[in-house]
């Protein structure tokens, strides 16, 4: 879990949230799209992510992965902004950066998270 304790209290250091929609208009009118909010403190400030399905979006066949997520930080701190494309795993609603290493999970407890990932314990 992205907490940390202070003082005996616990501080949430990341969230994510996942919402699905149907745009009315534009290229992928009609089309379910996906957007992931996200948040992270860290030692370079606190980081505002969004991370949105494009019309460059698909999902080959026989693929549990969508490619071409538009990812987009935003350091609140410093004003500066980066983009990274991404790749979304459908079935588990997950979005990772792999050149940052991150992963954006809607569904982790405790609000979600945005980090970077870790792999599985063997």
């Known amino acids: 879990m992205a907490t940390s304790r202070k003082n005996d209290t616990i501080t949430k250091k990341s969230g994510c949230k996942l919402t699905k929609y149907y745009p009315e208009t534009g290229a992928n009118k009609g089309v379910q799209q996906f957007l992931f909010t996200a948040w992270k403190k860290s030692e370079h400030g606190f980081l505002s992510v969004r991370a949105v ?3 460059k979006s698909q999902q080959p066949n026989n693929s549990d992965y969508m490619g ?3 990812v987009t930080i935003i350091n609140k ?3 500066s902004k980066t983009f ?3 790749v979304m795993h459908v079935k ?4 990772r ?3 940052l290493g991150w992963v954006l999970n809607p569904k982790a407890n405790n609000g979600g998270f945005c980090g970077k990932s870790q792999k599985p314990k063997k």
């Open 53 to 55: 399905t494009t019309s």
């Open 68 to 70: 071409s997520i538009a």
């Open 77 to 79: 701190d410093t004003g």
């Open 84 to 86: 990274y494309w991404g």
């Open 92 to 95: 588990d609603e997950k979005v």
């Open 97 to 99: 950066i792999p050149e």
